[in-house]
């Protein structure tokens, strides 16, 4: 797949799924399903790192991720995430973390907002970089948002959101992530677009859905959002696992003649 490819799945109405990736293993079993984008996404500072948010990603961190990513999918369109201020401080440092990135093994960049951003955004799609926006609850700006809330809940949000994809479109992203914003405000800001709008936490009439990996997996039972649908038991299971090792150790049930090595 491609940004070509996500256009039209748009235009056939076909819905596009994408999911976060940020380690070689889960890379590897992304790879063999029919998932159509992976995003490295700056949540790796909280899923991964342990972070209470996504302010302490770094260009390094997002680039170790993005490489190990990379080698784990490698036939999948692998976006990565523009970590907090590294965009925001001029043309040229935003394009010398671009570079980095892309060189890890992107296929896109991804950047939170609009003001700001636009020359950027024209910038890097001139260099050859396929560049997604991220609009309605920007995790970076958590602190300014007052908290994880629904936006775009009064008529000037609205106006703004949809004033802010347009410009996106209008620069040259590819996509938008559209996060945690109602599904009637979504669907209109999907239809208004030429580009498929991702959501998360905007309903049922965008162009494709994107959830993190541990949330679909249920290996982050601290969190539960509204939005998430947990697939899988998994912090159940490998706490089932860990245990059932243990005993197996402390009663010598483990290891089996067939784990051994003999002359
Ligand atoms: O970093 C991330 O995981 C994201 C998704 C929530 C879209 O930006």
Do not use: W
């Not at 001029?90 to 020359?119: P, T, V, W």
């Not at 309903?203 to 993190?212: A, C, F, N, T």
């Not at 159940?236 to 009663?251: G, P, S």
């Amino acid at each position: 797949m491609n940004i070509h490819d996500f256009i039209r799945c748009k235009q056939r109405k076909q819905k596009i799924s994408m999911i976060t990736c940020y380690d070689y293993g889960f890379a590897k079993i992304i790879n063999n399903t029919p998932i159509d984008m992976i995003l490295v996404g700056d949540s790796v500072a909280m899923t991964v790192h342990g972070f209470p948010n996504t302010l302490s990603a770094t260009v390094d961190m997002m680039v170790t991720h993005t490489e190990a990513v990379a080698r784990g999918a490698p036939t999948k369109f692998i976006i990565g995430d523009l970590p907090f201020m590294s965009y925001r401080k001029g043309l040229n440092s935003g394009m010398q973390a671009i570079e980095k990135i892309m060189r890890a093994g992107a296929s896109a960049i991804k950047l939170e907002g609009c003001e700001g951003n636009l020359k950027l955004i024209q910038h890097s799609v001139a260099s050859g970089v396929p560049m997604m926006g991220h609009i309605g609850l920007m995790p970076q700006s958590v602190f300014s948002l007052g908290g994880y809330k629904v936006q775009g809940k009064d008529s000037a949000s609205q106006k703004k959101l949809l004033e802010d994809a347009l410009a996106l479109e209008q620069a040259g992203c590819f996509a938008i992530v559209l996060e945690c914003v109602t599904e009637e405000i979504a669907q209109n800001i999907a239809q208004e677009l030429t580009i498929p709008v991702i959501g998360i936490g905007a309903g049922r009439y965008v162009d494709g859905q994107v959830l993190v990996l541990q949330d679909i997996l249920g290996l982050n039972s601290e969190f539960k959002a509204k939005f998430v649908k947990t697939y899988l038991a998994g912090e159940q299971l490998v706490n089932e696992a860990i245990n059932q090792f243990h005993q197996d150790v402390l009663t010598q049930v483990f290891p089996e003649p067939k784990h051994c090595f003999s002359l």
